[in-house]
Structures are given as C-alpha cells and as structure tokens.
Nanobody
Framework: QIQMVESGGDLVQAGDSLRLSCTFS????????RGWFRQAPGKEREGISC????????VYQESVEGRFTISKDDAKNTIYLQMNNLKPEDTAMYYC???????????????????WGPGTQVTVSS
C-alpha cells in the first residue's frame, strides 16, 4: 500500500522561502514519477509539479515555474519542493503523490497511484 507523509509547511511572509518534504513508503522508487499538488481554501486540488524518475524531467504549473523546484533523494524515497519568493496566493495545503504517467507528460495530475497523505499547510502572509 502506497503511503506518503508531507512535512515542512509553515506560516511565512511574502517573499520568504520554504522547503517541503514528502517521504513515500510501500512503493519501489523506480516505478513511479512523483508529483506535488496543492489545495487552497474553496478551490479544487491542483497539480503543480511533477518529476520523472528515470529521465529527471520536471514539469511545473505556470504559476509556480521559476519559483518552485522539485527534487528527490532516491536513497530516502523522498521528494522535496523548494519554494522561493512565496506569495499569498501560494497559501494552500500541499500534498505529494506517486504518479503513474512516468514521463510527467500531458495531464499527469490525473494519473495518481494510491491515496493522499495528510498534507502540510503553507500560509503566506502579505
């Protein structure tokens, strides 16, 4: 059973940085790409970044491109999301997921494996 635990969320000011972590269990690291999602209050959950395991290809939603960076530590089965120049509109609960679209192409956010972790809250004040 695929499980994940997110951490690193906090209350910060606009312009600050945060690094989120997500550790997976119950999966072979090489069998899935990895994705970060977020859900703001009153909005649907959206995929914001994906990392292809084999190619290292990364994909970002336009709203975070240039500010967020996804990375991984294979030995720890962990992925990270470095978030710089945070904005109030980045306020959301952040989640990670295993992605079956291995190359992160197309609508990768619709190709998840397993459920959701508890998430980690990021709040950015103006």
């Amino acid at each position: 059973q695929i499980q994940m635990v997110e951490s690193g969320g906090d209350l910060v000011q606009a312009g600050d940085s945060l690094r989120l972590s997500c550790t997976f269990s119950g999966i072979n690291a090489a069998d899935f790409a990895r994705g970060w999602f977020r859900q703001a209050p009153g909005k649907e959950r959206e995929g914001i970044s994906c990392l292809a395991f084999h190619s290292g290809n990364t994909v970002y939603q336009e709203s975070v491109e240039g500010r967020f960076t996804i990375s991984k530590d294979d030995a720890k089965n962990t992925i990270y999301l470095q978030m710089n120049n945070l904005k109030p509109e980045d306020t959301a609960m952040y989640y990670c997921a295993a992605i079956t679209r291995l190359d992160c192409r197309g609508s990768w956010w619709d190709h998840r494996a397993g459920g959701w972790g508890p998430g980690t809250q990021v709040t950015v004040s103006s």
